[in-house]
């Protein structure tokens, strides 16, 4: 029996599509079975029918004709069961369904299994036999087991769109949705503009030369012209990118240096290759390298790598890159939408990216912040070469990409774009007045940062500090540790950006998903291991560097917090404590004129719930990372799509702990933060505003809309809200609760907005 499903399972697998798969699996099955019949019905979501799709047995001409209702016949009965049906007589079966067009009034008896793929039922496999047969447990769990594994191929064959070539079962236009990962928030809509490689470095033959100083100069000639380019789109993004962003362009010319790859390539040509073939093996070795790395930051290279490869190689074949015109709205889709390829589209044309490659970490996707353009990456299913100017919708909070959306969701997010920007315009009047409510009662609105950027956005949206400044954002886009005196500067723009409102300066939040190109981690299990405090303190020379130019960039000024990322126990307070004081000390021997800063700790873990009180003796203040608190809470990743419905900062689990922090830290008489997203999210920002949170810091894009939501929501109601929410056991009750209690207060769109 293994034998045999082992050799079903490899066939299904090694079948070039869909169709071919269940027509063998179907056809093996039936030999498996030594029954007269096997067949396949596939679900179609949009009719909510069972579509005969293959069969061994039954008539072949009813495949693609035949269907049955949602609860028709035996096979509805499968799926609406969701477990197998075993039916010794079918047609005695009070849901027995004939079909005359099948020819099944032969079949007696029924064995039918669903195929179910993360909860969703996808489609039935049913054998059947002449006569009376009793199928027998082994039977049917093997039933189950190839049911199981089809399931895999038949959802994959939907995401990536396979199912729209089967005529019967879609139509081509029909909307079919993407879910990747954040990139960027916000939402676009527009027109899908396929971005591909210039030039296709794999088709580049090895050719030998024997006169190898020409093909230097062919080389060195297409290497300067692709470097003037760069250094060009740099001057052009001037005056709408911060120096750090800009930093993202020197390593690219880094790349190419001499020094560096270009050199590199030289030598190859020496070696006798013509400059094409050189650049191709130089090229496919750095990105394999690049690629087999462990650490996700790095792997992200390999993407510069390539995309640098392909504009030299360009310029070698005189290819020059075509001049697109790009549609109003574009939404450049492709397998890797690299940073400069973003640079070269007017912004005033882009209005959203979606990337099959990449991550939350990628260049592009930290420079597509910076621009603010929604984007989402790492949408693996997405079938991008298919969808040259169809239209899309990038959700860019969710992490979601809608091709070829109906009239309702379209008009829906329509809607939220329009409202968004509609208002930020309403909202100018909102930026210089304070967030209270109208029954008086005041929170600190704060924004996290990270790059120049958001201090610009941030500052023309009233914001009254920043609660969090990610640090290791500067260095992430670096290519080593920056210097004290670098970190000097980095910091003091920050500090003179706000003063005197305060600047929480987080200490470097390395490791899990964040990494540094230049201090690889290679751990089994990053979310739980070596990161945030565990690794400053483990490296006191980067830890004291760091809080040392923190507190230099504060000099003169009154406006410096500082931040202690992912502690778990006291004793982490209080070593990260010494070494501030330390620091501390140092610098003021060194004659700058500073005082003692403010220090927080971050409540990110759930053990560290448990010891607020313990951990507010030592310090300050306390902010709570819900992002982090929420993924731990609830063993859910924050970045793996899969899991993504199981994420819920409503669950009744993390408002609990989030009450019990901000109660047990205001017994030792110290202010709470929280700078997760859901201080961003009107509903749950004024949930924890009735909490007794002191202030909320988000993301600038959002500040605004929170603001506006207090300024019109008594405290009085907040707190009966939240009182209210905590009979229920179910994120889904809660969120549906938040609705319509803004529904009835007028502020229906808002929440709705930016979700
Ligand atoms: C958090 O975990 O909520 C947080 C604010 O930190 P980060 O998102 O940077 O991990
Ligand atoms: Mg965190």
Redesign the pocket.
């Known amino acids: 029996m293994l034998t045999t499903l082992r050799r079903i399972v490899q066939a299904v697998n090694n079948a070039p599509n869909l169709m071919q798969a269940v027509e063998v699996m179907v056809s093996l099955v039936k030999e498996a079975f030594a029954t007269d019949v096997c067949s396949v019905y596939l679900f179609d979501h949009t009719e909510s029918r069972y579509f005969l799709m293959a069969t061994e047995g039954l008539n072949k001409e009813a495949v693609g004709q035949v269907s049955l209702g949602v609860s028709e016949g035996l096979v509805g009965l499968v799926g609406l069961r969701e477990e197998p049906v075993n039916i010794e007589i079918a047609s005695a079966h009070p849901k027995y369904r004939y079909l005359a067009e099948t020819g099944e009034e032969k079949f007696g008896s029924f064995l039918g299994a669903p195929i179910i793929h993360h909860g969703r039922v996808l489609g039935v496999v049913v054998v059947q036999q002449g006569g009376k047969r009793c199928f027998d447990q082994s039977e049917e769990a093997f039933l189950v087991t190839i049911c199981a594994q089809l399931a895999g191929v038949i959802a994959h064959a939907e995401s990536t769109g396979a199912l729209a070539g089967i005529p019967y079962l879609y139509g081509k236009d029909r909307p079919v949705e993407f879910r990747g990962v954040s990139g960027a928030t916000g939402v676009a809509i527009g027109p899908a503009v396929v971005i591909y490689p210039l030039a296709d470095l794999d088709a580049v033959p090895d050719r030998k030369v024997d006169d190898i100083e020409p093909e230097v100069e062919v080389f060195e000639h297409a290497l300067a012209a692709v470097q003037a380019a760069i250094n060009k789109l740099r001057d052009s993004y001037e005056h709408t990118l911060q120096r750090e962003e800009k930093d993202l362009f020197d390593v690219y010319l880094r790349i190419l240096d001499k020094n560096s790859i270009g050199g590199e390539i030289i030598d190859k040509i020496k070696e006798g290759y013509w400059a094409q073939s050189a650049l191709r093996i130089v090229v496919e070795q750095y990105v394999k390298n690049f690629e087999a790395m462990d650490d996700p930051y790095l792997r992200e290279r390999a993407a510069d790598v390539r995309d640098l490869g392909l504009r030299i190689l360009a310029q070698l074949q005189q290819n020059k890159p075509p001049q697109l015109e790009y549609p109003e709205r574009s939404i450049l889709i492709g397998e890797e939408i690299t940073t400069s390829v973003l640079m070269e589209i007017p912004k005033h044309k882009l209005a959203g990216i979606v990337s099959v490659k990449g991550s939350i970490n990628s260049h592009m996707a930290i420079v597509a912040r910076a621009l603010g353009v929604p984007t989402v990456v790492g949408a693996v299913d997405l079938p991008f070469s298919q969808l040259e100017n169809c239209t899309l919708i990038v959700d860019g909070y969710q992490g979601l990409v809608s091709v070829n959306p109906n009239p309702e969701s379209l008009k829906h997010y329509e809607a939220l774009r329009a409202e968004e920007e509609q208002l930020v315009e309403d909202m100018e009047g909102y930026r210089d007045l304070p967030a209270e409510t109208p029954d008086g009662h005041k929170v600190a609105l704060w924004v996290n940062t990270g790059l120049m950027a958001d201090v610009l956005r941030s500052l023309d949206r009233g914001a009254e500090g920043v609660g969090?400044y990610?640090t290791e954002i500067p260095f992430m886009i670096r290519d080593r540790f920056p210097s004290e005196q670098e970190q000097i500067d980095i910091y003091q723009e920050q500090l003179q950006a706000f003063a005197p409102h305060p600047v929480t300066m987080r200490t470097l939040?390395i490791g899990g998903d964040k990494a540094l190109p230049y201090f690889p981690i290679a751990e089994e299990n990053p979310f739980l291991g070596w990161r945030g405090i565990r690794i400053s303190l483990d490296h006191p020379e980067i830890f004291l560097v760091q809080v040392r130019s923190m507190l230099k960039a504060g000099a003169g000024l009154t406006n410096l917090r500082i931040l202690l990322?992912m502690i778990t126990n006291v004793l982490e307070v209080e070593e990260a404590c010494y070494f501030i004081h330390r620091a501390y000390l140092e610098v003021k021997e060194e004659g700058f004129d500073i005082e003692m800063p403010p220090v927080g700790a971050m409540i990110?873990i759930p053990g560290a719930v448990y010891q607020v009180r313990e951990i507010a003796q030592r310090v300050d203040f306390i902010s709570v990372?819900?992002?982090?608190?929420t993924q731990y809470l609830l063993a859910v990743d924050r970045n793996n799509p899969r899991v993504a419905d199981l994420y819920q900062s409503c669950h009744p689990a993390v408002l609990q702990a989030l009450q019990i922090i901000v109660d047990e830290a205001h017994k030792e008489g110290k202010p709470v933060s929280i700078?997760?997203e859901m201080a961003g999210d009107a509903r749950t920002a004024v949930l924890l505003m009735a909490m007794g949170y002191d202030s909320l810091s988000m993301s600038a894009a959002n500040l605004l809309r929170v603001k506006w939501a207090l300024r019109q929501i008594n405290m009085e109601s907040a707190k009966t809200w939240l009182n209210d929410i905590k009979q229920f056991d179910n994120a889904e009750v809660i969120s549906s609760y938040m609705d319509m209690a803004f529904e009835r207060v007028g502020l229906g769109g808002l929440t709705r907005a930016g979700k």
């Open positions: 969090l990610r939040d990322p990110e990372g819900s992002n982090d608190l700078c997760g």
